[in-house]
C-alpha cells in the first residue's frame, strides 16, 4: 500500500506543475493587462495634472470637480439612461429570436445559430458605419421614404440624436442578447412545459409561469452583457450621435487625448466603473432573487 501511494505522488505533483504551467499565462496577461492597468487608472485618479501624463502631487480635486460640475451629472445620466433604453430594446428584441432557437429551430438551430454569430465577422467601426449610412440625410432610409411617397424631401430627424445612437448600439450588442438567453432557454427542461400543458395551462400561461421565470437568469446575464459596455461607448454616440448624445465615455475620451489631461480622465473612468459596479451589485442580488445557483 505504501509503495502505491508513493507510486501516485510523483504523478500527483506533475499533475499540480502541469495545471499551475497552464494558468500562469493567462494569469500573467491577466496582471498586466487589466489588474496592471486598473491600478494605473487608480493612481493617476488621484493625481494633479501639471502638464505632465503621470501628474504631480495627491489629491481629491478631479473628484471634487466631477462632484461639483452639473455638466458631468448631466452626462452620467444621460449615459446611464441611453444604455438603459439600449439595453431594453436589446433584450425584447433577443428573447423572441433565442425562443425560437431553443424550441422551434429544430434541424436549423446550427445555421441560425451561425447567422447569429456573423456580425462578429466584421468590423464593430464598420457596423457603425453601415448605420451612419443608413440614417443620413441622403441616406437609404430617407431615399426609400422618399421613393415610396411617404415623404417629400429628406430630413435630419434620424441622424445625430439619441435615437440613432439606440438603435446603432441595440444592432451591435444584439448577439451578445441572443446567446445567453438561449442557452438559459434550451437548459429548461421540456418535460416541465410539457407538465404544465398537461395540467391545462395555456400557451401564455405555460410560458408566464414556467418559461419566464426559469430562463431569467440568461436575461440578467444578457442585459448586464449589453449594459455595462454600452454605458463608457463613445465611438457610437462620435458617429451617429449629435451634442444631445454626448456620453461620459466621449468625455473620458477627449481628456485622454485633446485636453491631455490624464489624471481627470482617470477620475471620470473610476467614476464609471463605480457606477457599473452598483449596476452589477443589484443585478447579482436581482439574479439571486429569482433563484440563480451561479
Not at 85 to 92: D, G, H, K, Q, R
Not at 217 to 234: H, S
Request: glycine share 6%; proline share 6%.
Amino acid at each position: 500500500m505504501s509503495t502505491l501511494v508513493a507510486n501516485q505522488m510523483p504523478k500527483a505533483r506533475s499533475s499540480s506543475g502541469f495545471s499551475f504551467a497552464m494558468l500562469l499565462p493567462g494569469a500573467a496577461a491577466t496582471f498586466l493587462l487589466i489588474l496592471f492597468a486598473l491600478g494605473l487608472v487608480l493612481f493617476l485618479a488621484f493625481r494633479n495634472n501639471d502638464g505632465s501624463l503621470l501628474g504631480a502631487g495627491f489629491s481629491l480635486s478631479n473628484f471634487a470637480t466631477l462632484i461639483s460640475d452639473p455638466l458631468y451629472w448631466t452626462v452620467t445620466l444621460r449615459s446611464l439612461v441611453i444604455a438603459a433604453l439600449v439595453t431594453l430594446a436589446t433584450v425584447v428584441t433577443a428573447y423572441p429570436v433565442a425562443y425560437y432557437l431553443a424550441f422551434h429551430a429544430g434541424r436549423r438551430r446550427g445555421l441560425l445559430l451561425f447567422l447569429v454569430t456573423l456580425p462578429f465577422w466584421t468590423s464593430y467601426l464598420l457596423r457603425v458605419f453601415a448605420w451612419k449610412i443608413v440614417l443620413a440625410y441622403n441616406g437609404v432610409l430617407n431615399s426609400a421614404l422618399i421613393e415610396t411617397g411617404i415623404w417629400s424631401e429628406p430630413t435630419l430627424a434620424f441622424l445625430n440624436t439619441p435615437a440613432a445612437v439606440v438603435v446603432t448600439l441595440a444592432h451591435a450588442y444584439a448577439p451578445f442578447a441572443i446567446l445567453p438567453i438561449y442557452v438559459a432557454l434550451d437548459t429548461i427542461p421540456k418535460s416541465l412545459i410539457e407538465a404544465a400543458s398537461d395540467l391545462g395551462a395555456r400557451p401564455f400561461t405555460s410560458f408566464r409561469r414556467v418559461v419566464l421565470p426559469n430562463s431569467m437568469p440568461g436575461v440578467l446575464a444578457a442585459a448586464l452583457v449589453v449594459f455595462v459596455p454600452t454605458v463608457g461607448d463613445y465611438v457610437t454616440p462620435a458617429l451617429v450621435g449629435g451634442p444631445a448624445s454626448t456620453m461620459i465615455g466621449t468625455l473620458i475620451q477627449a481628456e485622454f487625448g485633446k485636453a491631455n489631461d490624464w489624471p481627470f480622465g482617470a477620475a471620470l473612468s473610476v467614476a464609471v466603473m463605480l457606477v457599473i459596479l452598483a449596476v452589477v451589485l443589484v443585478a447579482r442580488f436581482t439574479d439571486r432573487r429569482f433563484g440563480s445557483r451561479t
